[in-house]
Every structure is written in structure tokens, then in C-alpha cells.
């Protein structure tokens, strides 16, 4: 097969390997400047009867492994088909498969094969939660980064709960690694995985596989016998090891582990006593996510906490005592530099906090935490300035971590950090914790440093000045405009909200600016379908000149990238989904409100929400038209403080 130059979007950059059925090419995204893996299928080079066969599985793997989002498991990104391809892109991962290192180190220590397997159990924990069964689970399909991170890929032949492309009868995955109900075309279960991950870790501890032979040998003997003790292979591997590894190949499933959580708690003790000491502590969420007991944190969170504020320089190295954080959080307050922002950034990967840790550590007192957990406890109790947090993390995910923090720390500038276009993350984010900004990876340091540098301004201000008191929302005079090519949101709205509000109607951005000119707006509700290059400018160039004015939108659109884009130029306060619920609606507006009024007691506030101009929507065709009338609207209230 010639290689491409391109494929859809992505420049293809060279041949990574060669699978049963395809190629896998290096490629990079343009777009977004992103390195790629292409999984390539050329139809051509397949037998005309198997292609439907094999196009069904390429398929499956895209469908399987695109509803999941965990750090252990290769992200599939989108699936590409033509007349003369199909294409799954997904993840880079920088780094060899397990079987690879086999080759050159045929039998591991009790540690390597914990640091291995218990990311592995990782990820199968949160796949199997999803309802994902991989099936094929061996050395070849365990890839490890260069940092030491597992990536298990090649969902191949997954099954789904969903699915009926594998049905009771087919056997598929690979001999030497398959459990003894695959041969019998039973159906495969989380169990199924658990064994083949089983028979890794024998072959990790004693460098040989459970059974040897032919095909139809290897069969035979793991329908049939039971495999040596590991130690009689390895004299270093004690009997618990022995009997959880005998538990994982069991011939029949329910005798096995009950789930990976259970595999990875048995495989962790019994590897402390093979090596005669403890493991390196490390979180396993293969046993679930972590979780800080009420009250007071474990000791081991405690260790934690005091180490991240030694790290952000609120602590004194020497002290105080890794056992009393509430002594370290007074520590801090008597003497910790208090004018100095505190950052804190949540990520499950190490090398991201250890990038940001390094850009902005002589800035602020930077602290990073791993898990959602984690950084709610620092939030608690070194009161954190601005919380940027990756959505996609095993324990908690980042919509509801800065929740969270919104409810635990409302004057906390909450941003959302990540590498994926998830629309209902994106916008999850927005409706419930009030993101300020969104940042995606890879960053620009330069960009996400004058955006930390914004929520820093906005996070010092809000410390510095007395909180409003919580008063029930009364009625105001200023306006609110809905936009839209019928009254029929309009009209829903006056019926729920009452006379809380003026109400105006109109369905063009020129009645909009007309409004602008004779009215004090509060709040636009716009469904983004009415002349929606002409609406994102207006919002855009409006945020600019004008921020105390907030905004809903109402969309059913599915571009991810245009609400991104919303959401950092324009500030959008709210995304209203259709079809809309009322409830929800109803929500959005008393909060948009809520901020309005707060803006007219706090007018210093809003000088932080202002946005740069856009030169783009300035220059577009709609902006030329809307820039100098927005720029000549009366300053009602306190746009320009």
C-alpha cells in the first residue's frame, strides 16, 4: 500500500508499524497541532468476503472505545471511511507495546509488574464499568509510554453491552492469552479480561506463558489443565501469589476475581509478600475512586496536602508535621506571602503538572493535585485563587470537580484544562461550575498565561472586597432581550418568569442594537440559529465594549469548536440545549440576574469580564457593520469602569 500524504484532515508523516489487516501511520492534525496515530484498513488488500466482516470490527473498535475516556486506555479521536479506506484516529502514544519489552526482558520484578498491571486493572475497571469487554487482552495491545504510563488499545474485537456483532458462537482473541470459555465460543465477560490479564502476570513473574504449544495444543490444555505454581518457576513467589494468579485462571469464570478492583487488591498483597515489603504507595483506581473520609483526611491524603503546600511555597519545608494539616493551614495564614495568588492544577498526568508547575511556579504559589479529591481538600484549606482543572479524570470528573468548588469556594476563578472537544463537558462546565475561561491542550505558554493572568486579577479582586449579602432576587429595570425568528420562546418565558423583568422581543442583531441603544439590557437569550455568523460577532464585539451585559444561548448545534470559542471570546453565561427545559431555563435566568445586580453593587467586578477585541470580528463582514454601533452604545451603568 502507497503511502498517503493525507488522509481527511490529517497529513500523514510516516509508518508507525504493521497490523494483521492494515497499517498504523504517524499523522498530525493541523487544526489543533495535534500528533496522531491513523489505523488504516485499504479495502483493496482485503479478500472481497471478509471485508464486511472486517470493515464491522474496524467499526465496533471505534464505537467501543469512543464512548471511553480514561487515562490507561488509547483515546479513539474519529473514524474515517472512503471508497478506498477506512481509518480510525486515535491517540500517539509515545512509547512500545509490553510484548516489545518481552522480547528484551523476558521476566519482570514484583515492582515493574505492579507498576504494569495495576494500570492495566486501571483501566479495565472504568471499561468494564462502562459496559466494555475487551476480549483480547495480551502483551501486543499494552502500550507503554516512554513516562512509564500504560495505554491499553486494540478494542478490536470488544464486545459492548449493545452490541450483537459478537454472538454466542464466535471465538476470537489470541491463543496463547484466551480464556477457556472463548474456545468454546461462549460468551466473553468482564471475567474473560480478568483471566487474560491473569495470564500476563504469569508471564511477567516467571518469563513463560501458562501453556506452550500449537494452536490446537494450547487449547487442549487450557480447557483442560491447570497451569504450574509461578513458583515453582520463579522460588521468589510466595503462595499468595501463587494462589491469585491460580484464582485469575480458573476454567470456570465465577470461581476467578469478581471484578478488577477485587483482582487488583488480592494481586497488590500478594506481591508486598513475594518482595517481603510494601509497594510504592500508589493510587489504584482500579479499586474504585478515591475518597477522603469525613472530617479529617487519611494519613496519607494529609502527607499529601502538606507536601503539595511545601511545593507551592506556603509551607515551610521543615515543618509543620505531615500528621496536622490544620496546623499547616494556619502556618499559612500567619505566614505565608497572602498577597501572592495561589493556583491550583487538577490533572491525572504528571508530566501535564509538572509543565504547568514549572511555567508558573515563580508567579503564584502553584499547587497540583492528581484527583478531584485531592484538590477540594486544598481548596478547603488554603483557600485557592483559581482552580484550573482536565474534565476527563478517572476518580471525578472536571465539571464536577469545579462545581464543587463553586459551591465550596464561590470567589474561586474556575477553568476547565483539556485535550478533547466534548460538547456536553464544554457545556456542562458552563451551567454548573461557571467556568471562566477554557483552555485546550496542547497550550500556548504565552495564551495561558495572560488567561491565568485575567482569573488571577479577577480571584484577587473578589479576596479583596466584602461579599454582597445573599438577598432573594427582586425584581430590576433593566431588560431582558430575547432573540429569536419566532415568539414562541418569548412568550414561554414571560410565562414563567413572570414580571421579574421587561421583556423584549426581537428577531434580527439590528433590533437588538436598536434595543441597546433606548434600554438598560441585563441579560440577551438567544436561540444561536438566527443568523448565527451575525450573532457570535455581535457577542463577541458586545463582551468587549459592554461585559456587565450576560448572555444565553439557546442551540441545538453540535460544533464543539464554535463553543469553545463562545465561551473565550464572548464570556456566554449560559447554554440552554433544546428542547429547552423550563426548569433549567428558569435557573439560568434568576442566576444571570443574580450576576447582574451583583454587577451593579460591585461594578469593580466587572472590568475583569471584559474580553480582548476581536480584530477577526471587527474585520468580518458582520463586524465592520456592528464594531463602531456597539462602540457608540451609552454607557448606562459602568462598562468602562
Not at 511545593?311 to 494556619?330: H, N, R, T, W
Request: net charge negative; charged share 25%.
Amino acid at each position: 500500500m502507497l503511502i498517503p500524504d493525507k488522509i481527511g484532515k490529517y497529513d500523514v508523516q510516516g509508518v508507525l508499524g504493521k497490523g494483521a489487516s492494515g497499517m498504523v501511520y504517524r499523522g498530525f492534525d493541523p487544526g489543533i497541532k495535534r500528533p496522531v496515530a491513523l489505523k488504516v484498513i485499504a479495502k483493496d488488500s482485503l479478500d472481497p468476503g471478509d471485508l464486511e466482516y472486517v470493515l464491522s470490527r474496524f467499526r465496533h473498535e471505534a464505537e467501543a472505545v469512543g464512548r471511553l475516556t480514561h487515562p490507561r486506555i488509547a483515546a479513539i479521536y474519529e473514524y474515517i471511511e472512503t471508497e478506498d479506506l477506512a481509518c480510525i484516529v486515535m491517540e500517539l502514544v509515545n512509547g512500545k507495546s509490553l510484548a516489545h519489552h518481552l522480547k528484551e526482558v523476558t521476566q519482570y520484578g514484583f515492582k515493574d509488574t505492579w507498576e504494569i498491571i495495576r494500570q492495566v486493572l486501571d483501566g479495565l475497571a472504568y471499561s468494564h464499568g462502562q459496559g466494555v469487554v475487551h476480549r483480547d487482552l495480551k502483551p501486543a495491545n499494552i502500550l507503554i509510554n516512554d513516562d512509564g504510563r500504560i495505554k491499553i488499545t486494540d478494542f478490536g474485537v470488544a464486545r459492548i453491552d449493545s452490541s450483537t456483532l459478537t454472538q454466542v458462537g464466535d471465538i476470537v482473541g489470541t491463543p496463547h492469552y484466551m480464556a477457556p470459555e472463548q474456545f468454546s465460543g461462549l460468551e466473553a465477560t468482564n471475567r474473560t479480561d480478568l483471566y487474560q490479564v491473569g495470564v500476563i502476570v504469569y508471564e511477567l513473574v516467571t518469563g513463560q506463558r501458562p501453556f506452550s504449544g500449537n494452536n490446537v495444543e494450547i487449547l487442549r490444555r487450557v480447557v483442560n489443565e491447570r497451569p504450574a505454581n509461578p513458583s515453582t518457576l520463579n522460588p521468589k513467589v510466595a503462595w499468595q501469589l501463587d494462589w491469585v494468579i491460580q484464582k485469575s485462571l480458573a476454567k470456570d469464570p465465577t470461581e476467578r476475581f469478581e471484578s478488577a478492583r477485587e483482582f487488583a487488591e488480592s494481586l497488590r498483597g500478594a506481591l508486598e509478600e513475594s518482595m517481603g515489603g510494601a509497594l510504592a504507595a500508589a493510587s489504584v483506581a482500579a479499586a474504585g475512586p478515591p475518597s477522603l473520609p469525613a472530617g479529617a483526611a487519611s494519613l496519607m491524603d494529609k502527607a499529601r496536602l502538606i507536601a503539595g503546600a511545601k511545593d507551592a511555597g506556603v509551607i515551610a519545608p521543615a515543618e509543620p508535621s505531615p500528621l496536622d494539616v490544620a496546623a499547616a493551614a494556619a502556618t499559612f495564614a500567619a505566614g505565608s506571602d497572602t498577597k501572592k495568588a495561589r493556583v491550583l492544577f487538577v490533572d491525572d498526568e504528571e508530566r501535564i503538572l509538572n509543565a504547568l508547575r514549572t511555567l508558573f511556579r515563580n508567579q503564584y504559589h502553584v499547587f497540583t493535585a492528581e484527583s478531584g479529591p485531592l484538590a477540594l481538600e486544598f481548596v478547603k484549606r488554603f483557600g485557592i485563587h483559581v482552580v484550573v482543572s482536565d474534565q476527563r479524570m478517572p476518580a471525578m470528573t472536571g465539571v464536577e470537580l469545579l462545581r464543587q468548588v463553586k459551591d465550596l469556594s464561590p470567589n474561586s476563578v474556575r477553568m476547565l484544562l483539556t485535550g478533547y472537544s466534548d460538547l456536553a463537558s464544554i457545556v456542562g462546565s458552563i451551567n454548573e461550575g461557571e467556568v471562566f475561561r477554557f483552555v485546550k491542550k496542547p497550550w500556548d505558554n504565552l495564551e495561558i498565561q495572560k488567561t491565568i493572568a485575567d482569573a488571577v486579577a479577577i480571584a484577587m479582586e473578589l479576596a479583596a472586597t466584602p461579599p454582597a449579602p445573599d438577598a432573594p432576587l427582586e425584581k430590576i429595570d433593566a431588560s431582558i432581550l430575547v432573540v429569536d425568528t419566532t415568539p414562541v420562546l418569548f412568550e414561554g418565558m414571560k410565562q414563567v418568569l413572570g414580571d421579574i423583568a421587561p421583556m423584549r422581543f426581537v428577531t434580527t442583531t439590528d433590533e437588538v442594537l436598536k434595543v441597546l441603544e433606548t434600554e438598560e439590557v441585563a441579560l440577551i437569550v438567544a436561540d444561536l440559529s438566527v443568523g448565527q455568523e451575525g450573532l457570535t460577532t455581535l457577542f463577541k464585539l458586545l463582551k468587549a465594549g459592554h461585559p456587565e451585559i450576560l448572555s444565553i444561548l439557546v442551540t441545538e448545534a453540535s460544533d464543539s469548536e464554535l463553543v469553545i470559542e463562545l465561551i473565550n471570546q464572548a464570556q456566554i453565561f449560559r447554554f440552554l440545549n433544546k428542547p429547552i427545559n423550563v426548569r433549567q431555563m428558569r435557573g439560568h435566568v434568576e442566576a444571570a440576574l443574580a450576576k447582574y445586580r451583583a454587577f451593579k453593587q460591585r461594578p469593580d467586578l466587572v472590568r475583569g469580564h471584559k474580553v480582548a477585541e476581536s480584530v477577526q470580528a471587527k474585520t468580518s463582514l458582520w463586524g465592520a457593520k456592528l464594531f463602531e454601533r456597539i462602540r457608540s452604545l451609552p454607557d448606562r451603568l459602568f462598562s468602562r469602569a
